[in-house]
């Protein structure tokens, strides 16, 4: 077209995204531009958001999911909230709900549980297959797709070097992890975070100061984990975890066994959830930016649908450690800004 018509590439480029907008042409990663339908996509304002909400309890994905329903209906657009809670059948129904309704485009979260990376990316080329906008929330499915598609996520693995940094500001030098499941991408940038810090300590890392938790009951998570911990020789003076609910098992677990936190042994968590501060003694632990998180991945819809975003685009937000008096340091809650790369 730029030799025949004689016009800019730019021009060319603007008009491809206009008909991929419209449905009338797609983008297939590796393969080229096709002819979709030469039929416009209908109007429509209506979005999709799928990801994992806990019923009844103030978890972060509704605090985000929250946030980017006000941003959508700001700009006079309407949101499906679809709650998969980790389940594959319940996301293969709301997938053929969404191509069915014809939505302008998908904010998915992609199962974190060891095993389904290989169903994420189905589910992703599905959405690509029905010429989809879309954007992923807390994880890139894995370090291998980390540049495939548009995400945004906290940057964990910063997070986990600094709240080393303070342990080891403290005084402590035998620091334990109890790390999140296996092949789910957020938990191993926080144990990777842990590990980097440790290592720039000059900090030795046994191998059985480093225990991931197993697929159970989330109130049984943590307190063997603890026990292991204890029966090395010396045992670890500091115990960091990948989520608040384990810090909180820890916690209990530690009481049962006679340990007093902080004295015998300093606890973190991370997230931030609702119950932290209220724990005993309040919770030390990372405060993940949700409302920036959902502003970004409304944002980067938007102007995939738009058209104004033709290649992919990646954001790590920094987070806040929060230092309560789990950790042995806080004598009310005070904010240490996190470092985003």
């Known amino acids: 077209m730029v030799r025949q018509y004689g016009m800019s590439r730019a021009t060319v480029r603007e008009g491809i995204a206009l008909l991929v907008q419209e449905g009338i042409l797609a983008r297939r990663r590796g393969a080229g531009t096709f002819i ?20 009844g309890r103030w978890d972060s994905f509704g605090k985000i999911i929250q946030q980017v329903e006000n941003c959508v209906h700001d700009r006079g657009n309407s949101l499906i909230i679809c709650n998969h809670e980790n389940n594959r059948e319940k996301i293969e ?8 309704d014809d939505v302008a485009g998908v904010i998915f979260s992609p199962v974190q549980l060891p095993g389904h990376k290989d169903f994420n990316i189905q589910v992703i ?16 499915v894995s370090r291998d797709t980390l540049s495939h598609y548009s995400f945004v996520s906290s940057n964990g693995f910063e997070a986990t070097r600094q709240i080393v940094r303070h342990l080891v500001g403290l005084g402590h030098r035998r ?31 046994p191998d059985a100061f480093v225990q991931s938790i197993q697929v159970e ?17 010396p045992a ?35 997230d931030n959830v609702y119950y932290a501060a209220t724990l005993d003694p309040p919770l030390t632990t990372v405060n993940t930016p ?29 987070c806040e450690l929060i230092v309560r008096k789990s950790c042995g340091a806080g004598k009310s809650d005070a904010k240490v800004n996190g470092v985003s790369d």
């Open 125 to 140: 080329r599905r959405l690509e297959d029905h010429n989809l906008p879309f954007v992923l929330i807390a994880s890139p």
């Open 236 to 270: 670890p003076t500091a115990v960091i975890c990948v989520h608040d609910g384990i810090a909180r098992n820890v916690i209990e677990e530690a009481r049962t066994l006679n340990l007093k936190v902080p004295d015998d042994l300093a606890v973190v968590g991370f």
């Open 175 to 205: 620091i334990a992890y109890i790390s999140g499941f296996l092949e789910v991408f957020s938990a191993e940038e926080r144990q990777l975070g842990f590990l980097e810090e440790m290592r720039r300590n000059r900090l030795d890392v």
């Open 93 to 100: 129904r709301y997938l053929d709900r969404i191509i069915q």
């Open 290 to 318: 949700l409302a920036d998180e959902a502003a970004m991945v409304a944002q980067i819809l938007f102007d995939k649908i738009d058209g104004n975003l033709t290649g992919e685009r990646q954001e790590f937000l920094a």
């Open 36 to 55: 979709q339908s030469l039929k416009p996509r209908k109007p429509t304002r209506l979005l999709a958001a799928m990801v994992p909400c806990q019923p």
């Open 217 to 233: 009951p989330m109130e049984h998570q943590g307190r063997e984990e603890l026990r292991r911990f204890l029966d090395c020789r």
